[in-house]
């Protein structure tokens, strides 16, 4: 209880990248479930989608699977940061989208303590984050 009471945190319910602007989003659907229990198996087009060599297409699931399809309106990090100087601890993980997000933060108005993400294949995380000092730990 004490510690969430001393905790600040901002929850952005966007679409997060490297551009402002519409992209295509894929999300699957099989029995009634979302891409939630499918988990890398949707995200943003060229995303985790392009990484694994996998399309995402009404084919790759049974019969009974739907994939849908949508436009989201993205921004930079940077936008959603714009107020912010510090951040203590940030988590990334966006199903193969990271590069895309980590080349939207403006890492010289914002400092960011700690980063972690979550990286199954591409590992844009450390491939980027060493030329803004960063060490992986």
Not at 22 to 39: D, I, Q, R
Not at 88 to 108: A, K, M, N, R, T
Request: hydrophobic letters at 35%; charged letters at 20%.
């Amino acid at each position: 209880r004490e510690l969430r009471s001393k905790r600040s945190c901002r929850l952005a319910p966007s679409c997060v990248s490297n551009v402002e602007g519409k992209l295509n989003f894929t999300l699957p659907m099989s029995n009634g479930f979302t891409a939630e229990v499918l988990g890398s198996y949707g995200g943003v087009s060229g995303g985790a989608i392009a990484t694994m060599g996998r399309g995402i297409s009404k084919n790759n699931y049974k019969s009974s699977s739907k994939v849908k399809q949508m436009e989201l309106q993205c921004v930079r990090l940077a936008a959603i940061l714009a107020d912010v100087q510090h951040v203590d601890y940030f988590s990334l993980d966006v199903e193969g989208h990271e590069e895309q997000v980590l080349q939207g933060i403006d890492f010289e108005q914002v400092a960011i303590d700690y980063i972690s993400c979550e990286v199954e294949h591409d590992n844009a995380c450390a491939r980027l984050l060493p030329r803004f000092g960063y060490t992986q730990l």
